[in-house]
């Protein structure tokens, strides 16, 4: 069965750096496509940042592009977030997401625009990510 375990979440200052970890198993994770979403309270999920893993294509939203990172270690199948300059808008839980069991030739242009939370499978439990002061 596919899962994914989301990790690192926290609360850090304003300015302040975290990393997000999603550890993935139940699937071929070289072959996926994997996204980050976010939910703030009383608000929709909204995606964050998506990687192709056998290309190592990365896309963002416009909210975080030059301030998060998103990378993946495959050899230990697990998905990162790395978020720096963070604000309080950033607050939310943050959620792990994948798309698999797609072929080789449509798991790029799937994840190209892949942005809605149902253009993924899978989902992890998610972590709680608190910027304040």
């Known amino acids: 069965a596919v899962q994914l375990v989301e990790s690192g979440g926290g609360s850090v200052l304003p300015g302040g750096s975290l990393r997000l970890s999603c550890a993935a198993s139940g699937f071929t994770f070289s072959s996926s496509c994997m996204g980050w979403f976010r939910q703030a309270p009383g608000k929709e999920r909204e995606w964050v940042s998506s990687?192709?893993?056998?290309?190592?294509?990365?896309y963002y939203a416009d909210s975080v592009k030059g301030r998060f990172t998103i990378s993946e270690e495959n050899a230990k199948n697990t998905l990162y977030l790395q978020m720096t300059s963070l604000t309080p808008e950033d607050t939310a839980d943050y959620y792990c997401?994948?798309?698999?069991?797609?072929?080789?030739?449509?798991?790029?242009?799937?994840?190209?625009?892949?942005?809605?939370?149902?253009?993924?499978?899978?989902w992890g439990q998610g972590t709680q990510v608190t910027v304040s002061s």
């Open positions: 990687i192709t893993i056998n290309s190592g294509n990365t």
């Open positions: 997401a994948a798309l698999v069991f797609v072929s080789r030739m449509a798991i790029e242009p799937m994840c190209r625009q892949a942005r809605r939370p149902g253009d993924f499978g899978y």
